[in-house]
């Protein structure tokens, strides 16, 4: 193992990390706010991922516009399916087992509508950069990375910045917090569960341009990433979003290192025994101070 | 009395399957069926009776399926043995998932998701055992005090009984004193402890049952397809059979059965849709979860309710006495 392995196992971690918290972050928003266990976040970045390709596909576009039209397609997939079925769901105040089901229906419904829209071939997103590699250090770092890591660093700040700062922001905040106090402080609970499925596909799309430019979009690229996600998210410790961020690229970094370092075919089982152990060692998750209720 | 009509009518029914429908490959279709039924029927002890929401039966599964292929084609292991061997091997897996039992909801849903990605990595590399993505092939038919079950009638049969001693062994276990244990801990889980239920016992003990069940499935399943491959076992049987428990009613064993069939049955009549099919088996999936609170069992008397409250004007009397059933 040399230090340039190192770099670029940090580098290439950050990245793919980065892309976990991104979706981790829809997960716990979602959670906080309707305590959904949202099985078709990873869908949401699929369909970012695909929007974002085929604008591609029509004219040749800066980066930047390729990632704002992942994300436009992610928000607008979240917005349909919160308003056609999950809003439904919760007027008809059947359990929330069954939403959560339903969820992992929605997730097969936008899986096979992306099949029949992109075909079931993984899709090759065109190179994004066309920079060389970049010399960090003397070592080279492939640009692709760097600019997922700066991408996803500048997408969670923005989030954060929007909860802290924007009227909105604090508004569903407040209403995942205890829905009946914002209720009576005159903010539409209803308003702010749409908004936070928005945000949630808002930041899933984003995702989905970045891990497709990484590698390649499919139909199919999804559930498996979300629910790594959402191992991320539990690591971290479901429910809060300094959790997500942080067992994302936690969660980014033992994946990367253990298929370096350990062995590429158990590099899953290796995150999946991590997390079990923290789980059982402090149950609220690593980055939780003790005693907050999550 | 309207009940045992109602059962020996299912027992009939079920009995009658492979003789009115002679196609193999429908045959073949009601034993896979009858499988997922015995693994929503495991899951919904878990689910259902104890509030446990595991995201791991695909592991134990799995499990079963592999133990039972490799017992009887490489050690010529009989199949009754093999089979039941699958089961304990299945269940003695679960120990493993002792320490995570006492998690919370969405952590152990997490964590047995978890436990079934390592098992299925197991399954996928450790080529000397399991045959690796090459699967594993020729499984022997299962053969049963001499007799060789050689058609999917026979192996219908086979399915059928064992699924009916699982539904039978469920039913008393859940009206004993460990379901009862069960419904406190899944209503309250801090009275129960001061009632003096032990609760990491009673949930662990929980996820053994499910698990033996599982590996018992399993078997069933590696003589019955005759080909393993790991990716039968991934998360994503897991939550197939989540679904089936979910979509054929939450704490009711008829229920899960009824969720396997549909969930295993659905996809196949479908076939005709085409590319369409998974699209409308998803639509269904979030159709029935938004009519019923109980799933499919409970639509059943929520249908007959209303048929009799729509004729409630003539006999007020029952409508009352349908409500005092529920």
Known sequence: ?294 | MQSATVRILVVVLFVAAPFVQTNTYWQHVFGVALIGAILALGLQLLVGMAGLLSLGQGAFYGIGAYVSAVLTLRFGVPFGVAFLLAGAAAALSSLLLVPIVKLPGSSLAVATLGFNIIIYLVMLNEEWATGGSYGMLNVPLPRIFGFELTTERDLYFLILAVTGAVYLGLDRLTHSRFGRALKAISQDEDAARACGISIILYKSKCFLVAAFTAGLAGSLYAHHARYLNPNDFTFNKSIEILIMVVVGGLGSLPGAVIGAIVIVLTPELLRSSGELRLILFGALVVVLMGVSRGGIAGLAPALLRSIARFRAPASGKAVESAEVKQ
């Open chain 1, 1 to 294: 193992m040399s230090s340039e392995q190192v770099i670029q196992g940090i580098i290439g971690g950050l990245a793919i990390g980065c892309i976990y918290s991104l979706i981790a972050l829809g997960i716990t928003i979602i959670i906080r706010a309707t305590e959904i266990l949202h099985f078709a976040q990873g869908e949401l970045m699929m369909v970012g991922a695909m929007a974002g390709l085929s604008a591609m596909w029509m004219t040749d576009l800066p980066f930047v516009i390729v990632l704002l039209v992942g994300m436009i397609g992610g928000g607008v997939a979240a917005i349909t399916i919160e308003l056609s079925i999950y809003r439904t769901l919760r007027t008809l105040r059947v359990p929330l087992i069954n939403v959560i089901i339903s969820t992992l229906g929605v997730s097969l419904i936008l899986q096979n509508a992306a099949r029949l829209i992109w075909g079931s071939e993984p899709l090759r997103y065109p190179p994004l950069f066309r920079a060389r590699g970049i010399d960090i250090a003397g070592y080279a770092i492939s640009p692709q990375l760097v600019w997922i890591v700066i991408f996803g660093f500048v997408m969670m700040a923005l989030l954060q910045l929007f909860f802290r700062y924007t009227r909105l922001g604090i508004a569903m905040q407040a209403a995942a917090q205890d829905s009946e106090a914002a209720q009576l402080m005159g903010i539409s609970v209803k308003k702010t569960t749409t908004y936070t499925f928005v945000v949630a596909g808002i930041m899933a799309g984003a995702a989905g341009v970045l891990l497709g430019s990484l590698f390649f979009a499919s139909f199919n690229m999804g559930f498996l990433t979300g629910i790594k996600a959402f191992v991320a998210a539990t690591l971290g410790g479901l429910g809060s979003l300094t959790g997500a961020m942080l067992g994302g690229i936690a969660f980014g970094l033992i994946e990367t290192f253990s298929g370096v370092f350990i062995s590429t075919a158990y590099k899953d089982a290796v995150g999946m025994i991590v997390l079990i152990a923290i789980l059982l060692l402090a149950p609220s998750g690593i980055f939780i101070r003790a005693g907050r209720r999550v």
